[in-house]
């Protein structure tokens, strides 16, 4: 079991810091009041190649797109992390991850991911009964909101008046 992932975010000098420490150029970077997009290459990941999230600290999610490899597809649309996300001051970001996670399939299903990984935290005393709580109803939340509307994440924030605008990003080199 580890301890929540934690990053940051530095929006003048267009870094992103990873829980373990590793500083990543960002691309964009664009403030919108109900969140922060963010748009970067993934070198060297096995999987995808470049990301874009969008922090909406208002929901407590994390809403991220993976760009995948020519040989990598995985059966998702949106990849949603429950957590604490805002700004930490002087324009930097913070994301603390809350362990639960959401795949959400289009006009198919929203799957909730984690839960084991959420009550051994709380086990371990790295997520307090109260955080822990909020981290469950964040998710139930999104959940119910995304499947009443047609399993459509992005029909579910247009209800409550928030359209997210995602980049194109290059297609990635074949090997």
Do not use: C
């Not at 373990?20 to 995808?48: C, I, S």
């Not at 709380?122 to 009964?129: E, N």
């Not at 499947?147 to 605008?165: M, P």
Request: net charge negative; glycine share 8%.
């Amino acid at each position: 079991m580890h301890k929540p992932k934690v990053e940051y975010f530095d929006l003048a000098a267009l870094t992103n810091t990873d829980p373990k420490g590793n500083v990543r150029q960002v691309e964009e970077y664009r403030l919108e009041p109900f969140g922060l997009y963010m748009a970067r290459p993934a070198p060297g990941h096995p999987n995808f190649h470049y990301l874009e999230s969008w922090f909406l600290p208002g929901l407590s999610l994390r809403a991220t797109i993976f760009h995948f490899t020519q040989q990598e597809r995985w059966d998702q649309d949106y990849y949603l992390d429950i957590g604490e996300f805002g700004p930490d001051g002087d324009g930097h970001w913070r994301s603390v991850d809350h362990y639960l996670d959401i795949l959400v399939r289009t006009g198919r299903t929203s799957v909730l991911l984690d839960v084991d990984e959420l009550l051994a935290a709380h086990a371990a005393g790295y997520l307090d009964a109260a955080a822990a709580e909020r981290a469950v109803n964040v998710a139930t939340t999104a959940i119910e909101g995304i499947a009443s509307h047609g399993h459509s994440f992005e029909n579910w924030l247009a209800a409550q008046g928030i359209t997210l605008d995602w980049k194109q990003p290059p297609k990635p080199v074949s090997n």
